[in-house]
């Protein structure tokens, strides 16, 4: 352990063997948590739909042998680099090494006890199943070779749409706001209940998901098309049926960004947004999608680094907030499970006090779980400090400790956090969740604009199709780019289709060779991202237009796109550029499926926007 008081450090001996592919027999961890199992009544292991109750007195036996570093270990969830936890490449150990201070997942958790890992596509983590699997099973067997060592709460951010963690093979689903289009509880409660299953198979426990925010502020740039829309009620109910899939599926959901991020124009990874509704407003608004999660049973809650000074005027963000988290939170709302912070690396948390005093003062405002600090030896002293100094009590550290156990508990990690090969062959990417991701997505695609029923194409009248327009990176690892995908679908029903790479930002040249192409096609699809008043995005369409060639956008993020190109023959939204989702628009243009999406936001008009051009609910059929 590191002590800021000494300066020293003690690393224990962590595992020195790769994870391979052999799955560690159950009577490893039966042996590593001896009395510990046979004190819960563990069986097998317990998903959520057949959990047995905690034992809280044994629970708390648990944490009464913890030392108080050990205690404070538990309440951090950190990154860390590489695919391996004992052997990843030297690049993840020179990153490790320069952030943490440790080369392996193994040392961060023999150093600091950490009571969770958050996974990352960009901290090479997940790779693909097989391997994320054996860097799960690494990362519990390095914990449970340590003197009193427990089972760690892995996690990620697997939303789906645009912030997914896990890509092809496994299964990749539509985002929120398109399942918000679909506007089926029965679909969001499946994408939870398979993804959920497809995660539990390689080991992550804990998916930091749905998005439970209201997104009424179009404008807003870290919400977006990740929430379900911009009726709490419609919202509520989705929140709701997502949760009760992943938790059925043995994985412990997240609803955030608790108080509400849905309106706001400021990022908070890089600056600190102020949300400006009334105490009633935030009732009736941003509350109503948490009540439904907390009435669903949900196990945990995250926090937004936002301020809301309807209920708490003291300037602070709500990870911070006593009144926020301990007094409406706990207290108003009768949540009792783990509430952890959205990333303390983030700005909106940064802003007015230092990482030392932030991770206190969260636990002080009622948080249990630390998630991600810039500098986790700061903040782990911080914590220890604060408890040797007074200002927190080792009771308080018990408090949250015992919620994070009940979790682990509950989904039956004490029991057995182990993964198995099988498991993995047998549930993630499978046949059956790949059609269900489909058709899933064809009832998500909505039509917003369909002149002289330009759509759907004909194959006789426009065999030939040009299909150019935006390419941003692919959100979830997956086949992309989105221009090449469309193509290839259009391709395959029959047409001639394609691709031409435009970016979010064409040039003048790039407009100039797309409208000259355009000349040799017969319809031009134009996919659009985010597009602006006085962006070239925009003149690349009305150039496009302008040959007299049939035009198609298809909005592939926030659907607001319409309102700034009123001159294409039609106009779909796809809510993500993911392949699920434009290769469902693909089939819509080509009429093998009938768009059935409905607006779940509003869209208004782009020269006056107290005027809606599109209400919610609008949508087309064929």
């Excluded at 054996?134 to 749409?161: C, F, V």
């Excluded at 993995?424 to 695609?445: C, F, K, N, Q, S």
């Excluded at 150019?468 to 259009?490: H, I, K, R, Y």
Aim: glycine residues 10%; charged residues 20%; neutral net charge.
């Amino acid at each position: 352990m590191r002590d800021s008081s000494t300066g020293s450090t003690a690393r224990p001996s962590g595992p020195a063997e790769p994870e391979g592919p052999s799955t560690p027999s159950r009577r490893t961890v039966l042996a590593a948590t001896a009395g510990i199992t046979a004190a819960l009544a563990a069986g097998p292991r317990a998903h959520a739909a057949d959990a047995r109750p905690h034992d809280d007195k044994a629970l708390r036996a648990l944490i009464s042998r913890m030392p108080l570093e050990e205690k404070v270990g538990q309440l951090f969830v950190m990154r860390v680099y590489g695919h391996s936890a004992t052997a990843p490449d030297q690049a993840d150990i020179d990153a490790n090494l320069k952030e943490i201070g440790v080369r392996t997942a193994a040392e961060l958790i023999a150093e600091y006890r950490v009571g969770g890992i958050i996974y990352f596509a960009w901290a090479h983590n997940t790779r693909d199943p097989h391997q994320i699997a054996a860097l799960s099973n690494g990362i519990q067997r390095a914990s449970l070779e340590l003197p009193r060592g427990l089972p760690l709460l892995i996690s990620t951010d697997q939303e789906h749409g645009i912030v997914t963690r896990v890509g092809k093979p496994a299964t990749l689903f539509p985002g929120a706001m398109a399942l918000g289009a679909g506007g089926s509880r029965s679909d969001a409660r499946t994408v939870g209940r398979i993804s959920g299953a497809e995660l539990r198979a390689i080991g992550i426990s804990q998916d930091y998901s749905p998005d439970a925010d209201v997104n009424v502020n179009p404008a807003n740039p870290v919400i977006g098309v990740r929430s379900f829309g911009a009726d709490p009620d419609a919202v509520a109910g989705l929140v709701a049926a997502e949760v009760k899939g992943y938790q059925g599926s043995g994985v412990a959901a997240t609803a955030k960004h608790f108080p509400g991020h849905g309106d706001t124009a400021v990022d908070s990874h890089f600056g600190f947004p102020v949300i400006t509704h009334s105490r009633e407003l935030w009732s009736e608004l941003d509350a109503v999608p948490f009540r439904a999660a907390i009435r669903a049973g949900i196990d945990s809650i995250m926090t937004a680094h936002i301020m809301v000074p309807a209920l708490d005027p003291a300037g602070d963000p709500a990870t911070l907030s006593h009144p926020i988290l301990t007094g409406i939170l706990r207290g108003e709302l009768g949540y009792d499970g783990v509430v952890v912070t959205d990333s303390l690396g983030m700005e909106g948390v940064r802003t007015k006090y230092g990482d030392d005093r932030v991770p206190v003062l969260a636990l002080k405002a009622g948080v249990d779980q630390l998630l991600n600090p810039p500098d986790l030896g700061v903040a782990w002293n911080a914590v220890l400090n604060a408890v040797r100094g007074g200002e927190l009590t080792e009771a308080r550290l018990d408090e949250s400790i015992l919620r994070i156990l009940r979790l682990k508990a509950k989904h039956g990690l004490l029991s057995d956090p182990y993964v198995r090969d099988t498991a993995v062959d047998r549930v993630v990417g499978v046949p059956a969740h790949l059609r269900a991701a489909d058709r899933i997505a064809e009832r998500t695609t909505t039509l917003l604009v369909n002149k002289e029923r330009l759509l759907p194409l004909s194959r006789r009248r426009t065999p030939r199709v040009l299909v150019v327009g935006a390419d941003p990176a692919s959100p979830s690892l997956s086949d992309g780019p989105p221009t090449t995908v469309v193509a290839a679908e259009l391709t395959g029903l029959g047409f001639t289709a394609t691709a031409l790479s435009t970016g979010t930002a064409p040039s003048a040249a790039t407009i100039a060779k797309a409208v000259a192409a355009a000349a040799d096609a017969d319809a031009v699809v134009v996919l659009t991202y985010n597009l602006t008043a006085t962006g070239s995005q925009k003149t690349l369409v009305e150039g496009l237009v302008a040959t007299g060639v049939p035009v198609t956008a298809v909005a592939i993020r926030n659907p607001y796109d319409i309102a700034r190109i009123p001159g294409v023959g039609a106009c779909l939204a796809s809510y993500s550029w993911t392949d699920v989702e434009v290769r469902a628009a693909a089939r819509v243009i080509a009429g093998r499926v009938a768009p059935r999406g409905r607006l779940p936001v509003a869209v208004q008009r782009a020269d006056d926007p107290a005027q809606v051009l599109y209400p919610i609910g609008y949508g087309l059929r064929y």
